[in-house]
């Protein structure tokens, strides 16, 4: 079936530091990805839809200067955290769909990535 | 905007009992709708898709129903076992609009 991978899934770095995150759709094409936050013990924030060949959708909120998101290909997005801070520690959680086979496809996703900043 | 109520919030129930979770959502236009579960630190895992032109489906133990004029859909988990302890969450379409989830304890 289709799936859905991210890397790193954990990352320790310093203040100041920008983190890259990747989502690869592994056995199918994604025009459209999205981005997600988790704290530690809520829920999954929507933090912008990542679209293949154009700009980021970004949810009302999120820094786009901050978090910004590049999808140059149809099996790869990334997130790039700039210039990270220890409140930008979270889990960060990517998703897609093979659209490609229709509307009624499940909404994969990967298994996220820790993010610590000391 | 698409706004996700999952209730209960919390649940702990002795293993072997029946549930049912329940998710409601304020946009009816929805097209079809996910089950997930999540493990502390994990991803999340689909565990049912109810396409649009359904109105149930089943894997299992697990039987989702939608009812989309009522905007409301309900997880039933037969048979409880501990390894079905997670955070269980629904959501609906490409862009899913998390609620907070319903917390699954399922005592041994």
């Known amino acids: 079936g289709a799936v859905v991978s991210q890397h790193p899934s954990w990352v320790i770095c310093k203040s100041g530091t920008s983190v890259k995150i990747e989502c690869r759709s592994l056995?199918?094409?994604?025009?459209?990805m999205f981005w997600y936050r988790q704290f530690p013990k809520q829920s999954l924030m929507l933090m912008a839809t990542?679209?293949?060949?154009?700009?980021?959708?970004?949810e009302q909120g999120v820094e786009k200067d901050k978090f910004l998101i590049n999808h140059a290909s149809l099996t790869l997005s990334t997130l790039t955290v700039t210039s990270a801070h220890p409140e930008d520690s979270s889990f960060y959680i990517c998703?897609?769909?093979?659209?490609?086979?229709?509307?009624?496809?499940?909404?994969?996703f990967g298994d996220g990535t820790r993010l610590s900043i000391l | 905007k698409q706004e996700v109520t999952q209730i209960p919030a919390a649940l702990s129930v002795p293993e072997g009992e029946n549930l049912v979770l329940n998710c409601s959502f304020t946009?009816?236009?929805?097209?079809?709708l996910q089950w997930f579960r999540q493990d502390p630190g994990k991803g999340l895992t689909s565990l049912l898709l109810?396409?649009?032109?359904?109105r149930e489906q089943t894997s299992g133990r697990l039987n989702a129903s939608l009812d989309k004029s009522s905007g409301r859909s309900t997880l039933y988990i037969a048979a409880s076992q501990p390894g079905d302890s997670a955070t269980y969450l629904c959501?609906?379409?490409?862009?899913?609009?998390f609620g907070k989830g319903t917390r699954l304890h399922i005592l041994p």
């Open positions: 109810i396409q649009s032109s359904q």
């Open positions: 056995d199918f094409q994604a025009t459209t």
């Open positions: 946009d009816s236009a929805i097209y079809n």
């Open positions: 998703s897609a769909r093979d659209r490609v086979r229709g509307n009624d496809q499940p909404q994969h």
């Open positions: 959501g609906g379409d490409d862009k899913i609009i």
């Open positions: 990542s679209n293949e060949g154009s700009k980021a959708t970004y």
